[in-house]
Antibody, heavy 121, light 110 residues
Framework: EVQLVQSGTEVKQPGESLKISCQGS????????VGWVRQKPGRGLEWMGI????????RYGPSFEGQVTISADKSGSTTYLQWSSLKASDTAIYYC??????????????WGRGTLVTVSS | QSALTQPASVSGSPGQSITISCTGT?????????VSWYQHHPGKAPQLIIH???ERPSGVSNRFSGSKSANTSSLTISGLQAEDEAVYFC??????????FGGGTKLTVL
């Protein structure tokens, strides 16, 4: 069974750095892209970016380029979302989701439960 | 404001049918047959219930169905059950390795 296990709740102060993770069960990330999605309090979901864990090729959404870093470990089983200097506006739930790719398109099939990040002084 | 527009809430009684709309533009829903729908119970992982506008993954009840017309996709749930109470959100590919999402619709089973 495919499972995406995300790291736990984080409470940080503005200016601090943070790295959250998303681990795929078994070989569930093999030959798949993995995306990160943000949900601010009371708001809808926003696509942040995707990574191919096999070679760490990464694409970012225009609102997130330069604001976060998406990476993967060498085994390709864990992806990360990282901030160098958090802002209060980064307070949100962050989801990872596996992308199914085929000839004519894509869709996200499995999701993690989300990581709540609270940034407050 | 989300890129795709969904009603904030819908409700129905057990056994009834409800439809949730998801409206986008010619750049996303209108250009691709790649709308997916998800059921999300708070605190749990969102679950895929429809992909490619109207395809149902294995194991998903046939009470869930999807359709599309122009820039609007719709999710219909027939024979409402108490366990269907959840948030439902849509997602569409919008080209160039980008995706857009709806704001989510809270379904209440009365």
């Amino acid at each position: 069974e495919v499972q995406l296990v995300q790291s736990g709740t984080e409470v940080k102060q503005p200016g601090e750095s943070l790295k959250i993770s998303c681990q795929g069960s078994g070989d569930s990330f093999i030959a798949h892209w993995v995306g990160w999605v943000r949900q601010k309090p009371g708001r809808g979901l926003e696509w942040m970016g995707i990574i191919y864990p096999g070679d760490s090729e990464t694409r970012y959404g225009p609102s997130f380029e330069g604001q976060v870093t998406i990476s993967a470990d060498k085994s390709g089983s864990t992806t990360y979302l990282q901030w160098s200097s958090l802002k209060a506006s980064d307070t949100a739930i962050y989801y990872c989701a596996r992308l199914v790719s085929f000839t004519w398109g894509y869709y996200f099939d499995y999701w993690g439960r989300g990581t709540l990040v609270t940034v407050s002084s | 404001q989300s890129a795709l527009t969904q009603p904030a809430s819908v409700s129905g009684s057990p056994g009834q049918s409800i439809t949730i709309s998801c409206t986008g533009t010619t750049s996303d829903i209108g250009s691709y047959n790649l709308v997916s729908w998800y059921q999300h119970h708070p605190g749990k992982a969102p679950q895929l219930i429809i992909h490619e506008d109207s395809e149902r993954p294995s194991g998903v009840s046939n009470r869930f169905s999807g359709s599309k017309s122009a820039n609007t996709s719709s999710l219909t749930i027939s024979g409402l059950q108490a366990e269907d109470e959840a948030v439902y959100f849509c997602c569409s590919y919008s080209g160039g390795y980008t995706w857009v999402f709806g704001g989510g619709t809270k379904l209440t089973v009365l």
